[in-house]
Nanobody, 121 residues
């Protein structure tokens, strides 16, 4: 069984910064892509940023130039550095990993529990 634990959310003023972390633990053979999604009240969940095993990244246009995704493979952890935060960034942020369990050839979609980010003065 695999568990993803997120941390780093909270309340921040507009223009401020936060750093989210998500660490995986449990029965893991390898981890593929790592992603961050977010869901605001009344809206669909959307992809914010993703990073491949090789370190290639993609970032949503709405956060480009402000958010940076990175990963530490040794720690099975992904980070999301969020700068110049805006009220419209307010949402629950979820991490998502593609994880290959030991003895399996397939990757499993795994999700964190979500962490609230609120941008408000």
């Amino acid at each position: 069984q695999v568990q993803l634990v997120e941390s780093g959310g909270g309340l921040v003023q507009p223009g401020g910064s936060l750093r989210l972390s998500c660490a995986a633990s449990g029965s893991i053979f390898s981890i593929g892509a790592m992603n961050w999604y977010r869901q605001a009240p009344g809206k669909q969940r959307e992809l914010v940023a993703g990073i491949s095993t090789g370190g290639n990244t993609n970032v949503a246009d709405s956060v480009k130039g402000r958010f940076i995704i990175s990963r530490d493979n040794a720690k099975n952890t992904v980070y999301l550095q969020m700068n110049s935060l805006k009220p419209e960034d307010t949402a629950v942020y979820y991490c998502n990993f593609l994880i290959r369990p030991p003895g399996s050839l397939l990757y499993v979609d795994c999700w964190g529990q979500g962490t609230q980010v609120t941008v408000s003065s």
